[in-house]
């Protein structure tokens, strides 16, 4: 059996469209898949099981990335063809069912909108695939599991960024003596790149010895892995933020011009501080250390058992 599954350019939109992934993959356990998807979520899916192999699809002028997959993929009949992208292309290809999710915004979140497609509400979580040299490398980096805490203070936009002397802030509120995670260190993780270098770097100088740069160095299995050992993160709605939600680990997502009810982080511990003007272009700076912190502290107590 052949699935092709046509998924996200954008890292993010690629985390959320796991769940559906992990749902092909237990309904037909022996089926071969192949993830189409943009240069920079090639990682997502580097681990996933029963993956055939991975097309990557950097962006052509005239659209002539899609040709070099229908060259791809032409060729072959495929049982089971998914398509995220909401393009004709499904109906290019010789295939016994095809699933293509309808262009543009639609209201609720992505995550239904992802299980519409194949029926299934609830929709799937997200899921993170890492390795036994994954876990090996993030114990390494982050010695003793539990007792660090993953700052995402980048974005792919400077407007949905938080400023950094309130992630620093938030850091010392959480680890000060008496505080839910004392004494914890702090892993500052981001993508490649000056842009998220930059964005980071407050970050980082405040903190000194207390932070490890963790910044554009990883793979995104080793980030997953890396966000598995730590007991919270707090991020920017980023890509990241999708991924450690996907993990299990306790995700804080900070919300500013970026939709909330399209865009929260989705897995099992997870919560959000939306700013008060949100989805007001410049309102990232309404979100106050204070509403942070208590978000920050309902999560963490919502792991200790009663």
Known sequence: MRILFISSTRIGDA????????HLIRTYPQAKLVVACGPVAEGVFARMPNRAWTIVLAKRRYRLHWLELWRAVAGQRWDIVVDLRGSAFAWMVRARRRYVLRGGRQPGHRLAHLGALLGLDPPPLPVAWYNAADRARAAALLPGEGVWIALGPTAN??????????????????????????????????????QERAMAAPVLAALGERAVDLVGTLSLPEVAAVLARCALFVGNDSGLMHLSAATGTPTLGLFGPSRVEEYAPAGRHVATAVAPDSPGLDSMPGLTLAAALAAAERLLAAQVPA
């Open 157 to 194: 936009w400077d407007r949905k960024v938080w400023p950094a002397e309130r992630f620093v802030a938030l850091y010392r509120a959480l680890t000060a003596p008496g505080a839910p995670l004392a004494g914890a260190r702090a892993a500052i993780l981001g993508g490649p790149g000056p």
């Open 15 to 22: 985390v959320l469209s796991t769940g559906l992934l992990d």
